[in-house]
T-cell receptor, first 116, second 110 residues
Framework: NAGVMQNPRHLVRRRGQEARLRCSPM?????VYWYRQLPEEGLKFMVYLQKENIIDESGMPKERFSAEFPKEGPSILRIQQVVRGDSAAYFC??????????????FGDGTRLSIL | RKEVEQDPGPFNVPEGATVAFNCTYS??????FFWYRQDCRKEPKLLMS???SGNEDGRFTAQLNRASQYISLLIRDSKLSDSATYLCVVTSGGYQKVTFGTGTKLQVIP
């Protein structure tokens, strides 16, 4: 099954540490989206990337958060100096190169980030 | 006004009932529309795309009304397994920005 792969599934960090979340899109997909979901809340768009390009980062907090999708390897969502409020489920989705957002997105299982 | 709006519910319906959800969107130039379902603490999964002519998949029917800028999802003969949150998704803009609604929670009761 070559679905969207996210790892780790669960990540625990102490306040002030760094968190790195990885996402490998479905085979043949070159569009990656990151979302955050707080408990009992809806999905919040964070960032949309294509290979080596950030297309839309309007949902990313201005500080401590960054994302990349290098030519080789998975997409990385990086959170520096984590705080308790960063605790959430982070979902990655991918879609094919043609049609962009007009194609349905396929989601990974998510990474549950817990900050102690 | 939010880009995509949904009634959060919850909708509590008995097994076998028919239930309908609406979703409104603000951008008249929106291009693509989808319904996803999300089970508790799981990832969203595509339920169906929504086409202008309307489309049906088993017990599920989706409709698009461009004039009034809303899409709907109808579920017939509800099953316990239909209990989930249903997310409306709208795509718009030059690079097809994808916007998720906050979801409508459905609870099917025995």
């Amino acid at each position: 099954n070559a679905g969207v792969m996210q790892n780790p599934r669960h990540l625990v960090r102490r306040r002030g540490q760094e968190a790195r979340l990885r996402c490998s899109p479905m085979k043949g997909h070159s569009h990656v989206y990151w979302y955050r979901q707080l408990p009992e809340e809806g999905l919040k768009f964070m960032v949309y990337l294509q290979k080596e390009n950030i297309i839309d980062e309007s949902g990313m907090p201005k500080e401590r958060f960054s994302a990349e999708f290098p030519k080789e390897g998975p997409s990385i969502l990086r959170i520096q100096q984590v705080v308790r409020g960063d605790s959430a489920a982070y979902f990655c989705a991918s879609s094919p190169p043609r049609g962009g957002g007009n194609q349905p997105q396929h989601f990974g299982d998510g990474t549950r980030l817990s900050i102690l | 006004r939010k880009e995509v709006e949904q009634d959060p519910g919850p909708f509590n319906v008995p097994e076998g009932a028919t239930v309908a959800f609406n979703c409104t969107y603000s951008n008249s130039a929106s291009q693509s529309f989808f319904w996803y379902r999300q089970d508790c603490r799981k990832e969203p999964k595509l339920l169906m795309s929504v086409y202008s002519s309307g489309n049906e998949d088993g017990r599920f029917t989706a409709q698009l009304n461009r004039a009034s800028q809303y899409i709907s999802l109808l579920i017939r003969d509800s099953k316990l397994s239909d209990s989930a949150t249903y997310l409306c998704v709208v795509t718009s803009g030059g690079y097809q920005k994808v916007t998720f609604g906050t979801g409508t929670k459905l609870q099917v009761i025995p």
